[in-house]
């Protein structure tokens, strides 16, 4: 039995009027804009085309896309293209996301020494990526920072000689306000 999917369009066309009423003082004109056209893309309201099997012959309708920007119906298609674009351009390995952060109450002070926060992070970040690497031994890369002041990954067989991962720094900065 085939699971039927619920869309973002689907939920806007049950409670769309009734959270327009109640949120109207809230929201932009803009957003009423795109509540509209997802509550109307690829419904009749919009028009439709038929389709027809080359080899079977069968007819079904399509309905008409709204167009907006917004809409993840629209991006359906774009997105696929692009994933299978991506898909096609890495190698034939493992490959892991990691994200580094940066704690909210720092905002203040990174906007202020973008350079060397950015930097400090980049390195730390890597510090840490090749610790966990040379303490797990998930795979035989080397982390390293970039020229560019980006974290980079570079194949062990590559480098010259062994590095041992660098400890962040203790010392604090101070904010200069």
Request: hydrophobic share 35%; net charge positive.
């Amino acid at each position: 039995m085939r699971r039927l999917t619920l869309e973002v369009a689907d939920i806007v066309r049950r409670t769309g009027n009734c959270f327009w009423q109640q949120q109207q003082s809230h929201l932009a004109w803009p957003h009423r804009k795109v509540l509209d056209a997802i509550f109307r893309c690829r419904t009749a309201a919009l028009g439709g085309h038929r389709d027809q099997g080359i080899r079977c012959g069968h007819q079904a309708i399509s309905f008409n896309s709204c167009r907006n920007r917004h809409c993840p119906k629209r991006q359906g298609n774009a997105r696929a293209k692009w994933l299978a674009a991506r898909s096609a351009e890495l190698l034939p390995v493992s490959y892991f996301h990691v994200v580094f952060t940066l704690p909210h109450e720092l905002s203040a002070l990174v906007l202020q020494n973008k350079q060397l926060l950015y930097h400090l992070l980049y390195s730390t970040s890597a510090a840490a990526a090749a610790a966990t690497n040379h303490a797990k031994r998930i795979c035989k890369y080397r982390f390293s920072l970039a020229p560019t002041e980006s974290a980079s990954v570079q194949p062990a067989s590559f480098t010259a000689s062994s590095q041992q991962p660098i400890k962040p720094s203790s010392r604090r900065l101070k904010s200069h306000r």
